[in-house]
């Protein structure tokens, strides 16, 4: 492939079941060797659009080239471009860590010589090299997840496809997941395309796409996605919201939104605003908080939800994986 | 779920010396080759960590070969002619065995559905029909070492360890475990949650079982039942079980006449090797569809 090709390259892509348009033309670029986000809520159409680019689902319209490859027309060799970590687990217990891996080399047809040494490489790289003769079903949430980032690496994919990896996981081994992915990013030199609820994780990427109701809202790094936003978020707990939000736009000209049980609304130079807030507002102000801007800022601005929201579908997912984990041993 | 050890979690320092790249070739006729041979190998590996299976998957034949057929002994001396009744029966236990093995090993590819390795399986560069035969073959291969406990028995039943004996029943025992897979297989494409899936295999096996003749010989039934036995695939396996063990027994005409009287069409002998034939060809009838249906799948 030449450098100079995109890694993955998405032509007004489509997809309808039946009625439902899940993704309704979504086109972007993504350069050899960046990390690119895809942040929504729930039902966005994210995990429709990557599993379009991972083959698993047809597009209904539109085009998509992964390490310069048709997902339709050359599926397997997108096949053999890509390295997959699903949002659910797809590891077999019963097996070793080892074993699985080894499954995976004999699946995507890695040349037995070169194995071992792969597999001790993507193991040690994950901290999971002392434990690959143990069975999977032993294992942590956390460890599964890295052992499942290191098989997507097994085979050196050129793009490698993380459907949400660290849901359902503790925020210290969250961080820990996102410290073994840019490390095996940056030896790699790979692509990652990603899917994410937390916004936190968005800071990691070179960019990130706001995907709302099937369309990519906003395309941008997240430096200038914050830049665009500019103002501070104000955030008001008051004796009656919506005499707040009339009074504010009444008295001030800005428009303030509900959300949760307070009133968030954005001004440049929120600290000085805020004398005038109580001096002039005529409703009763029981808390105040000012903040600079954050990619949740940015994902309400763009999507008129916050992100919270979008988690509690996620509560769904995790629960879904907790039943799977309890059932695990009845095999 | 055991050991959710946190310390093992906090991960060292990444390391990152240079990399071991490896390449994946583009599909070959060997590269589907080595994908069966690994989820053949699969199912080989996870058997032998299974203990348990393997002991309750010959508690059914074992309670039919023993307690019905010690049972039943009293009230049918005299039609066996003095032929023990578990001699009798043991033919059909061998055939069911490896049926409720099989059915299991069926039942696996609904589990990696519902644990999400059948995904990790599709995702890959290779032929569904890889999958699909490497399940089929790899079930079979377990469902019949189950069934070697059962051919271990034969010396208990008054059956000769006959070397050729024992090998023609293992063929057999591989040959039935192989359709009865490919059937399982086939809908496990359609039936996606282990409780109805286990559900509809046993609505449609039990009834199999029973008419199929591993009970009783198949000649003189009432006009209902000699119809349906004739339209149950198992019957076709297990006559040939039947003649394959009584070939080696040294008893009687007349019991053998009783006994062992073989399968017919309208007046038509039908001859050991057609009834394996039908087996044969039911099974890869089945394994044709379950690969036309997860191939279809997205």
Known sequence: ?331 | MSATDTTTTEPPAPDTTPVARVVVPPRSFRSEVRAVKIVFRRELIRFRSDRVRIATSLIQPLLFLFVLGSGLQQLSKFGTHGVDLKTFIYPGILCISVMFTAMFSAASIVWDREFGFLREMMVAPIRRSSIVIGKCLGGACVSSLQGVVLICLAGVVHVPYDPILLLGIFGLQLLLAFSITAFGVMVAARIKQIQAFMGVMQMIVMPMFFISGALFPVSGLPGWLAVLNRIDPLTYAVDPMRRLVFGHLHITAAARAALDPGLTWWGWHLPAVFEVGVVLVLGLVMLGIAIWEFGATE
């Not at chain 1, 390259?9 to 489509?14: A, G, N, S």
């Not at chain 1, 690496?153 to 660290?166: G, M, Q």
């Not at chain 1, 936003?229 to 800005?254: C, H, K, Y």
Request: proline residues 4%.
């Open chain 1, 1 to 331: 492939m030449d450098p100079a090709t995109p890694a993955i390259e998405v032509r007004d892509l489509r997809k309808s079941y039946g009625e439902i348009e899940a993704v309704r033309g979504v086109s972007f670029e993504v350069a050899p060797g960046e990390v690119f986000g895809f942040l929504g809520p729930n039902g966005a159409g994210k995990t429709t659009t990557i599993n379009m680019l991972c083959t698993l689902a047809k597009p209904t319209g539109g085009s998509a080239l992964v390490a310069g490859h048709d997902v339709v027309a050359e599926r397997d060799d997108v096949r053999r471009n890509i390295g997959l970590v699903f949002q659910d687990p797809t590891l077999d217990g019963y097996l070793t860590a080892e074993q699985n891996l080894r499954m995976h080399a004999e699946l995507y047809g890695v040349e037995s010589g070169l194995v071992p040494a792969r597999m001790k490489q993507v193991l040690e790289m994950v901290g999971l090299w002392d434990r690959r003769k143990a069975q999977v079903m032993t294992f942590s949430g956390g460890m599964r997840r890295r052992l499942e980032i290191a098989r997507g690496f097994l085979h050196s994919p050129r793009v490698l496809f993380l459907d949400e990896p660290t849901i359902g996981l503790d925020p210290q081994t969250r961080s820990s997941i996102w410290r073994y992915i840019r490390a095996l990013q940056q030896t790699e030199e790979i692509t990652i395309f990603m899917t994410t609820h937390y916004m936190d994780e968005a800071e990691f990427c070179d960019r990130i796409a706001i995907m709302d109701k099937g369309v990519i809202v906003v395309l941008d790094s997240p430096d200038a996605l914050k830049a665009r936003v500019g103002a501070d978020r104000v955030t008001i707990q008051t004796a009656d919201d919506d005499a707040a939000v009339a009074a504010l736009a009444e008295r001030f000209g800005i428009e303030a939104k509900i959300a949760e049980g307070s009133v968030t609304f954005y001004v440049r130079s929120g600290e000085q605003f805020v004398p005038r807030l109580f001096a002039e507002l005529g409703v009763q102000i029981r808390a105040v908080s000012v903040s600079r801007p954050t990619l949740d800022d940015v994902f309400m601005a763009h999507t008129g939800s916050t992100i919270r929201d979008a988690e509690d579908s996620t509560g769904k997912d995790r629960n879904r994986m907790v039943m799977q984990a309890m059932s695990g041993g009845r095999r």
